[in-house]
Every structure is written in structure tokens, then in C-alpha cells.
């Protein structure tokens, strides 16, 4: 009997598409991916460290267990996989849950109502000792008040906000089953960086990165650029909420108006309501006058097109009389965001060539829209998370293909992701150890290699201070760097090997006692020799160290076999003649963990 050829081709579709239902993968991914399916042991610790942030002990087996292909499909859905150590340790973080108000009313609020009643109390003073009855001229002026202790109890509350921002976001680094959600939850607020120093940004930023970053990173592009436009940290940090058509119209209130007409109104009320009316025309004329194009300028540089991507001063202007009008609702409350038509540009505008007719807050959304799509957006968005991956330099080829994939998904970014990180380029051997770590992504790692229980992340959040890389502390709107060339430096390298000396003898300091240092703020790090006799502290002296590391069982001494075996768990059994001949010269167990984490080697992924 002839065979049909097209019963073969259905009855080949089924079978597929049946052992896509049993995998979990999608068809396309699977006729496309590059993934080795017998992976070594180099690349699997490739993966961990390009998807992730580095392997802790065990996690190679389990991967060549579980099979290199579905480790990376159940990290491409994160919903998958079960997070229970880690949910646990942030419940002990309750501001990371609550919302901007009631943050505000809870830490920021009280402050700031101290602080007016100081400033009221300072110039009643003044007021009533005039600084030519109490001062001689060339007097030394006096001193400011010392904080009171509810001021100072205040002052920790607030710095407690960030600080457990900061600590979470390291202990979702290191506990995560969820690796490659962490490391895109980190690029994408890299992508769309906020300053922490900024004003009131420290009092979004909690909200910025939980509700406008972190449940778009496996959606649409469309979607997270929609929710960091609104947000008031985005708006606060670029200045938007202040950007206003220069010549706003007079607003009166109608129903002022009307009973401002009456001519039944007694005297004394149209007196009272002349004087509201007057109050409103003052607050408007002292409100920000005039177009700020900051946003509208990154919007377009930064978050989609890209600097080469088609666009001209004139659309950033154009750009920026749409978005006028996109604002904060008393952003010293801790307010939402609002859209004010009186602030807003009501003129014809014209981007990239498209007409944007009048049509208020509804204009922006057709901005967003037009460059959410654009196919520069798709190249830029597709270069930066290639770069992210593969190398700093990543290949043009890999580039168009995410995006294409960008273009055809329309935007969805856990597809463009897929097309980067099971690519023949991922895997190329060029690519292996092509990227410098980060400081963060070198912190983690190590504490992840070194199997290290963290009781109390502030160390860590210290020492990227120390290491030039402080949480949400990149004041630019570019973020930090993810190329080698901002990170490779003699001091950055002294003070990883610093660290890593900390981690693994005990050095790190504790922080605040009593709080886990959750407190306040712990002093930097210094180098502390690691002490062969801490592995023999009592548990009472144990349980208060910040960071655990069990020595013993990474290296129980200083033998060739300990460090060829540190070598295949750590490095990935590749060392230089020099990296050997280093670890060669320690002299403790501790010493020999350091050396290892301190080598070029670990400084790649």
C-alpha cells in the first residue's frame, strides 16, 4: 500500500505536538533550540550562570538529572516551580508587600510631619531672637538641633523601607528557584532605572519594582512600558510630573462660578468665596510652567527605540507635549498617578512621521503604542537582553532573529528570551566565560558556590557599596553597565577578593544588633584575615554570624585532591597553570575557598 504523505505529515504533527503536551515545551522552541541535549558539566554551569545567578552545590547533578532543556523551559515558567524557602524568608519583610500610601503612612508620614514642626519651631525662634540681637558679627553660627529620640526612631523606620527592599532583592538572588526571573527582574529595572536617591522615589520604588517590572518580565513588552510611564517613580525621577504646556488655561470651578452670579448670595459669602477664588488662581500661576522633555527624551533613547533609531529632537518635543499632563497626585503624600488636563499640551502633534490628534491622557497611550511596535524597538530591546546573555558584543545574526521574534509576537518577551538563551550563539564555545560578573552577579554567585546560609543579607548590601555597584543606587537613567569595560579594574578585583575572604572566614560584619540588621545600616566591610578556629565556635556564636559558610565540607584541608575537587565544583573543572599555582599557596581550608573565588576564573560567566 502507497503511503499517504499527507496522513504522514498529520500523523507526525500529532506525535509532536503530543510529546510538546508531555514536555511542556512549545514546538517552535523545540524546532529551533540549540540546547545540547547530553550537555557536560562546562555547559551546564554555562546555563546556570548566563540564566541564573550561579550554581550552588548539587545543582549540576540535579540539572543532568532533570534534563538541561526542561531546567530551562520550567525557568522560562517560573509559575512552575515552588519557592517555599524563600516566601518564608520574606515574610519577615512586611513593607515589601504594602503600598506606597501606606508606606507613607506608616514610616514616611510621621517624619515628615516632625520635620515641619521643627522647621515651625526654628523660625518661631528666629522670629523672636533676631540673629542681630543674639549673634556678634563673625559669630560662629549655632549648631543644628540633635535629633530627638523619636526623631532618630523615625529616621530608622524610614531607612528600614529600603533596607528591606535591599535585602530582599539579594535574598530572591540567592534562595530563588526562580533564577531567570530574578536575573530579568534585574535587567528590566536596569532597563528602566530609577534613582533611590532621588526625592520621593525611595517612597515608590518598593511598589515601582514589584508592580511595574516584576509581573511583565515573562509578558509584553507593551505592558511594562505602560506601567513604568505611570508610575510616579518614573515620573518623579525624569521630572514629568512637573511638565506642563506653557500657557495653561485659567480653571475655574463651574459651581464656584455659578454661585459666584447669584444674586441672592449674602455679602459675607461672596467675600469668603472671592478669597477661594483667588486662592485657586494663585496656586495655579505657582504651579510648574513649561515643557520638560527628560522623560519623553529617555522614553525614546533608553526604553524603546534606542539612540540610532530613527528619531529627531523634534519628536522628542513632540513627544513631550504629549505627556504633559502625566503627573503625580501630591507626590509628598505618597499620591497616584493622575492625569491633569489643565497641565496638559492640547495642540496637534506629530511623531515620527504619525499625526497624534488631540484626545488628552488617550495620546500618550497612542505614543506608547506606536513605539512598543517599532521595529527599532524590536532591535534595541533584542541587542540589549543578546548583550545580557551572550556576549557585550553580541552577534548581529542572534539579533535580528529575537528580533523578528519581537516583531512577530508583538513583543512578547518570554518568546524574544527564548530565542536568545537556547540559540546556537548562547552555546557557541565563544561564548563561554565571555561576560564579566557584574558586582552583584559576582557577590551571588559566591554565596551561592559557597553553599552559604545568609541569617541577615545586609552585609551583602554593604559590600556592593564597597564594590561600587549600590542597590538601586545608579543615578543615571542609563543604569549600571553590563560590559566588561565598566567593572575590570585592579581596586574592583582587590575588593572581590576581599569579599570573598569576608564570606568564607566569618569577616562580614553583623549589623545592627538585635534586628537581624534590618535596623539600619551595618559599617563596610574590612579585610579580616580568615580564623582557622571559627569553624570551631560554639552554635550559640555560630547562629550570630550573618552569613554561614560550613567550611568542612567544601574543604576539609588544603590537599591537592580538596583543591582538584574545588576546581571541578566551583570553576567547572577548568584552571589556569596560574589559578592552580595560587591555590597551591593557601594555607587554610578558608584561604583555599577565597583563592578559588577570587580567581579569574570565577570573575567570568
Do not use: C
Amino acid at each position: 500500500m502507497k503511503p499517504n504523505p499527507s496522513f504522514s505529515r498529520r500523523a507526525a504533527a500529532r506525535a509532536l505536538a503530543a510529546a510538546v503536551i508531555v514536555l511542556g515545551v512549545p514546538a517552535l522552541a523545540q524546532r529551533d533550540s540549540a540546547v545540547p541535549s547530553r550537555p557536560d558539566v562546562r555547559t551546564i554551569t554555562h546555563v546556570l550562570n548566563r540564566i541564573g545567578f550561579g550554581p550552588r552545590p548539587g545543582d549540576v547533578e540535579r540539572v543532568q538529572a532533570l534534563g538541561l532543556a526542561r531546567y530551562i523551559d520550567d525557568q522560562l515558567h517560573p509559575e512552575r516551580l515552588a519557592n517555599a524557602a524563600l516566601d518564608a524568608r520574606l515574610a519577615s519583610f512586611p513593607t515589601l508587600t504594602m503600598s506606597t500610601s501606606e508606606l507613607m503612612e506608616k514610616y514616611f508620614a510621621p517624619g515628615e510631619a516632625l520635620r515641619q514642626a521643627r522647621q515651625r519651631e526654628q523660625a518661631a525662634q528666629a522670629r523672636a531672637n533676631p540673629p542681630d540681637q543674639t549673634m556678634a558679627a563673625g559669630a560662629t553660627p549655632p549648631t543644628p538641633p540633635t535629633p530627638t529620640p523619636e526623631e532618630r526612631m523615625i529616621q530608622q523606620q524610614q531607612a528600614n523601607v529600603a533596607n528591606e527592599l535591599m535585602q530582599g532583592k539579594i535574598l530572591r538572588a540567592v534562595m530563588s528557584e526562580r533564577q531567570l526571573e530574578e536575573v530579568l527582574v534585574d535587567f528590566w529595572f536596569n532597563h528602566f532605572n530609577v534613582f533611590i536617591g532621588k526625592g520621593q522615589v525611595r517612597q515608590y520604588l518598593t511598589e515601582y519594582e514589584r508592580d511595574a517590572i516584576r509581573p511583565y518580565v515573562f509578558g509584553k513588552f507593551r505592558d511594562m512600558l505602560g506601567a513604568t510611564a505611570h508610575s510616579p517613580a518614573m515620573l518623579f525621577y525624569l521630572d514629568n510630573f512637573q511638565s506642563s504646556t506653557p500657557n495653561p488655561p485659567v480653571q475655574v470651578n463651574n459651581d464656584l462660578a455659578r454661585r459666584l452670579n447669584d444674586p441672592r448670595l449674602p455679602p459675607g459669602q461672596r467675600q469668603q468665596l472671592m478669597q477661594r477664588l483667588e486662592q485657586m488662581r494663585n496656586q495655579q500661576q505657582r504651579a510648574p510652567r513649561g515643557l520638560n522633555e527628560n522623560y519623553a527624551r529617555e522614553l525614546m533613547e533608553l526604553h524603546t527605540l534606542g539612540v540610532d533609531g530613527g528619531y529627531a529632537q523634534k519628536d522628542v518635543q513632540e513627544v513631550a507635549r504629549v505627556f504633559t499632563g502625566w503627573t503625580i497626585d501630591q507626590p509628598r503624600q505618597g499620591g497616584s498617578f493622575v492625569f491633569r488636563p489643565q497641565m496638559h499640551d492640547t495642540g496637534v502633534k506629530v511623531v515620527l512621521g504619525k499625526t497624534i490628534q488631540p484626545g488628552g491622557e488617550e495620546e500618550g497611550e497612542r505614543v506608547l503604542d506606536l513605539l512598543a511596535s517599532h521595529p527599532s524597538t524590536a532591535r534595541h530591546i533584542a541587542f540589549k537582553l543578546a548583550q545580557r546573555f551572550v556576549a557585550d558584543d553580541p552577534p548581529t545574526a542572534l539579533v535580528e532573529r529575537a528580533a523578528r521574534r519581537f516583531l512577530d509576537t508583538k513583543g512578547d518577551l518570554r518568546e524574544v528570551t527564548r530565542v536568545i538563551i537556547t540559540s546556537k550563539e548562547f552555546f557557541d564555545k565563544d561564548a563561554y566565560r565571555a561576560k564579566v560578573k557584574t558586582p552583584l552577579e559576582f557577590v551571588v554567585s559566591a554565596v551561592r558556590a559557597s553553599g552559604a546560609n545568609v541569617m541577615n543579607a545586609q552585609p551583602i548590601v554593604q559590600a556592593l557599596r564597597q564594590l561600587g555597584m549600590p542597590l538601586y543606587g545608579a543615578q543615571p537613567p542609563t543604569g549600571y553597565s553590563m560590559t566588561s569595560d565598566a567593572w575590570v579594574n585592579t581596586g574592583s578585583l582587590l575588593n572581590r577578593m576581599n569579599f570573598a575572604v569576608q564570606l568564607v572566614g566569618g569577616g562580614m560584619p553583623a549589623g545592627p544588633a538585635g534586628r537581624g540588621g534590618r535596623g539600619g545600616q551595618a559599617p563596610p566591610p574590612q579585610l579580616d584575615r580568615p580564623n582557622p578556629q571559627r569553624q570551631g565556635l560554639r552554635p550559640a556564636q555560630l547562629a550570630r554570624m550573618p552569613i554561614q559558610v560550613d567550611v568542612a565540607a567544601l574543604a576539609p584541608d588544603t590537599t591537592d585532591a580538596t583543591r582538584d575537587q574545588l576546581i571541578r565544583t566551583i570553576l567547572a573543572g577548568e584552571a589556569s597553570e596560574a589559578t592552580r599555582a595560587t591555590l597551591a599557596r593557601a594555607d587554610t581550608p578558608q584561604n583555599l575557598i577565597a583563592l578559588t573565588l577570587g580567581s579569574p576564573e570565577f570573575q567570568r560567566r
